[in-house]
């Protein structure tokens, strides 16, 4: 009898919208979630896993989701995070970027420290400590995943990508609910408000716009998804060249960068008219192939993959939590000019060193929604996560594993 229950792509993505339409309900149900800024698609994506899992059990079958479409939804989303970045934006951005880098490997360093300290603790070869630090952490899944076997054949540990995933996957949950509130608490304590509080929101829209007439049309749709088809297909193509040269950089990479060729070009060689840059019809498609993404991923997660490894992961990642806490409040913070968007940016990195970038994403659009937008915060930390991240905490976890 088949052990697996496979979830055809249609259903899967019909399943991802519904969940999200789930937790944006939620949301507005529920003003404590936007209190607390917890994305949507986290509130209706946990329920659904949660859901799943009992599923699973009861029905003696693992639930297998096929998610091409979630690979989609990325990609789109950072075509549109391109889109709207303005040039004057990446040259303001220049100084809080080289910031974020320096604390990016500071903070990759310190969660492979005590997670070498808790593998330790646990009976767990001091090798795997990078399974409980910056390789599960700030690499996520597909890091995890890339170095489990290296892992295993150095210290023989069989179930290393079992523990890489599970520690990823408590990562993910925990970055989507602790940004927001570390944002709240810095935007609050220091009465920050927006620099620019006119600017268009660079991912949906504000919570108490959304019932206000915006000047979307299905001509202003048509032509934003236009702008994004053509950013993804020229980033298809300057990621097969970039392939070429044997670097290899995730799809979603080459797309933000065309993006931002788009979104920059298009003003200067047409009429200004023609730019699909900072229109709320962008807005909305960035937060909605975000918010799909995000369901698809956290309604796939595998919660049978904690099972054994539960009272390791949670003493450690307890750990790793309140460092990222305190060293956003107590370091990153101040480091970037205790500002408006320096709590932005905030809620971004602890979703970002916990979990992924989408997360960190998800995390500022909803501090955003709420308290106003910060353009310069959407186009630096993904600068930060699509270019930097890869190479430096490969550097580091090698360091670890060869020790």
Known sequence: MESQIVIPEMITATLGLAVFLLGARLTRKYKVLQEFNIPEPVTGGLLAAALFAIVSVVSGKDLVFSTTSRDFFLVLFFASIGLNARLTDLIAGGKPLAILLVLTVITIA????????????????MQAGVLFGSAALIGGHGTAIAWAPEVSQVTGLDSASELGIAVATIGLIVAALVGGPVAKYLIERNDLSPSRPDAAHAVGVAYDKETSASPITHVSLMKVMLALNLAIIGGYILHQAIAETGLMLPLFVPCLIMGIV????????FHKASSVSGTPSLAVISDFALGAFLAISLMTLD??????????IAMVLAVQTIFAVLFVIYVLFPLLGRGYRAAVLAAGFGGFALGATPTAIANMTAVTKRYGPSPIAFVVLPLVSAFFVDIANAIIIQMVVSF
């Open 110 to 125: 310190a969660q492979n420290v005590i997670g070498v300290v808790g593998a330790v603790i646990f009976d767990f070869p």
């Open 262 to 269: 788009i979104g920059n070009l298009v003003p200067l060689l």
């Open 303 to 312: 919660f049978a993959s904690l099972r054994g490894l539960g009272l390791p």
